[in-house]
């Protein structure tokens, strides 16, 4: 089992995209941006409904912003990449039906669209979240043993532990064949 140190080094990240890296860790600077820029014109204009507005739009850019960037700087699966897509896409026709809404037909009116806006912004919100968690938890670094396969043989004589190449491994066991043909293959060449 390799050490921390081993199993963080530089070569780890070789096959992953540097400028999707870096692009992932820019959005995600501007959503933050986005979100204390909104929290600073609020603080800055006070009872105003044009900077509230343009702070609404700010911080429901932002929070999306940043959720796409934790998959592009993971790596994610495809799949967990687009339902972060998709859940943003939704968060933005809620930042949309809040540009439409507020103030005019925000609360207190015969035909509000609050309601209707929190919803939506929800919605899209928990999709991206769930499919962000998804993708931290599938993220498997800790437990790469650089390329390499660890097997435990255990014989009457005792246990002994054989590291076995990924794409050995993979040849030895994709045939489904019997584990103890693969044990018997693995205890000779050593």
């Known amino acids: 089992m390799p050490s921390l140190d081993e199993a963080y080094d530089g070569g780890q990240w070789t096959e ?27 603080a800055v204009a006070g009872d105003a409904t044009a900077a509230k507005g343009q702070a609404g739009v700010l911080a429901g850019l932002g929070v999306p912003a940043m959720l796409l960037a934790v998959v592009f700087v993971l790596p994610a699966s495809t799949r967990e990449r687009l339902g972060v897509v998709f859940g943003s896409a ?19 009116t015969a035909d509000p669209l609050a309601f209707e806006t929190v919803m939506v912004y929800g ?10 968690f998804t993708a931290l938890a599938t993220v498997r670094l800790r437990n790469n043993p650089q390329g390499t ?12 532990t054989v590291e076995v190449s990924r794409d050995r491994y993979n ?12 044990i018997e293959e693995l205890d000779g060449e050593q």
């Open 123 to 132: 919605l899209g919100g928990a999709v991206a979240l769930w499919y962000v």
């Open 149 to 160: 396969v660890q097997l435990e043989i255990v014989r009457d004589d005792g246990t002994r």
């Open 90 to 108: 939704v968060t933005v026709v809620g930042v949309w039906l809040f540009v439409h809404a507020y103030p005019a037909r925000w609360t207190r």
């Open 16 to 42: 992953r995209d540097p400028w999707q890296v870096r692009g992932g860790l820019a959005l995600g600077l501007v959503g933050a941006l986005a979100v204390l820029g909104a929290i600073g014109l609020v």
């Open 171 to 182: 040849e030895m066991v994709s045939d489904g064949g019997d584990a103890s043909a693969v």
